[in-house]
């Protein structure tokens, strides 16, 4: 077998980094003025209001390189931001990439990682303009800003849901958990025995939910062309239960959810299972799914039933009605954000 070639960054420089790593950048936006390569980046999004969002992802805290292809988490760390974009009802069209890796990550490594970066930029159609490079003591950090457009007043937020308006979520929930459940498990055999190769062939739904998030671009256009307008949105990057008490809480009212409507993939159903969880308590607390939870006035129902990848899971309730769950028995629970494991 032949041994990968390692460039040292040091060999290229700074500046030669930045080159080497950004140079197929291709700018697709007339809002995008002026890309790479000044003090700044200029952008005009002609009328509409820009919208913000950034994250910070650190090594070890946010993702772990024993299992995370360098290429999907540059995918990811631009996914993620997106879905922030989206969840204000916004179009992303630029974001911005700053770095800082240790001498560990070589110059092959880093064009792993920016290629999944540009490739979600090509795929939803956002232009890369600008960054930072530094270098880090230990580790990898990588910081996304995203900056999208909306037409003047059409954001939508959190607080702005009415009591009886529905709840609805996006795709599957729960399956993002059970993916990183798995590689950890994983992670710990391999460590103890490092003869053993992990069988993930079987789990490709769960590992495929974490390690490959889409943004739900294609929602927020089946809105659009039904010409609903969320009462209330956000993403859902912790799990539903903490997400829909955002919702609650800024909105000031309460909720009724109802588990058998909390959309749960087969896969990840099976996995649970196999790992002695709760589906439900997956669906309800894992993180990273990266789906949307919205409200909509109960007059848009029949609109969302002709949509399949949205669930109805329950509504907004007055606020001295609390924030429950009714489960599969007729029981109903209260909702907490953390820990909840009532079933
Ligand atoms: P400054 O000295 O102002 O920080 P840099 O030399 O770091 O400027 O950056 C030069 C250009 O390259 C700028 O347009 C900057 O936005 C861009 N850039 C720097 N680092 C990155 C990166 N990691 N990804 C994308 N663009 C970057
Ligand atoms: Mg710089």
């Known amino acids: ?11 290229l420089g700074e500046f030669g980094l930045i080159d080497h790593l950004t140079k197929n950048v291709e700018l697709q936006h007339a809002s995008t003025i002026l890309g790479i390569g000044d003090d700044g980046a200029v952008i005009d999004h002609f009328g509409k209001q820009t919208v913000i969002s950034s994250d910070l992802l650190v090594e070890g805290i946010h993702f772990d390189l024993t299992y995370t292809p360098l290429r999907h988490l540059g995918y990811k760390s631009v996914v993620v931001n997106l879905s922030d974009i989206y969840a204000m009802n916004a179009q992303p069209t630029q974001i911005t990439v700053n770095i800082a890796f240790s001498n560990r990550f070589s110059v092959e490594a880093l064009q792993e990682l920016y290629e999944g970066i540009l490739s979600a930029c090509n795929k939803y159609g956002v232009d890369l303009i600008g960054g930072d490079t530094s270098s880090s003591n230990k580790g990898l950090l990588i910081s996304v800003t995203a900056l999208g457009e909306v037409a003047p007043d059409q954001f939508v937020k959190r607080s702005t849901a009415q009591k009886g308006d529905l709840i609805c979520v996006s795709g599957y929930l729960g399956g993002a958990f059970l993916g990183l459940t798995l590689l950890e498990r994983e992670k710990r055999i391999y460590l103890e025995n490092p003869q053993v ?57 309460g909720c009724r959810i109802y588990e058998d409507k909390l959309p749960i993939h087969e896969d990840a159903r099976r996995a649970a299972f196999k790992f002695g969880l709760d589906p439900t308590v997956c669906a309800l607390n894992g993180g990273e799914d990266y789906e949307l939870i919205f409200t909509v006035r109960q007059d848009d129902y029949e609109k969302l039933t002709l949509q399949e990848e949205i669930s109805v899971v329950g509504y907004m309730a007055d606020l001295d009605e609390g924030h429950k769950i009714i489960s599969k028995g007729g029981n109903t629970f209260d909702i907490t954000a953390q820990g909840w494991k009532a079933f």
């Open 1 to 11: 077998m032949s041994t990968p070639t390692r460039t040292e960054v040091s060999s």
């Open 197 to 253: 190769q992990p069988d993930l062939e079987n789990e490709a739904f769960i590992v495929g939910r974490l390690l490959k998030p889409e943004a739900r671009k294609d929602i927020i256009q089946y809105l659009e062309d039904q010409q609903i307008k969320p009462t209330s949105m956000m993403d859902i990057s912790d799990g539903l239960s903490s997400e829909v008490l955002h919702l609650c809480k800024q909105s000031q009212l």
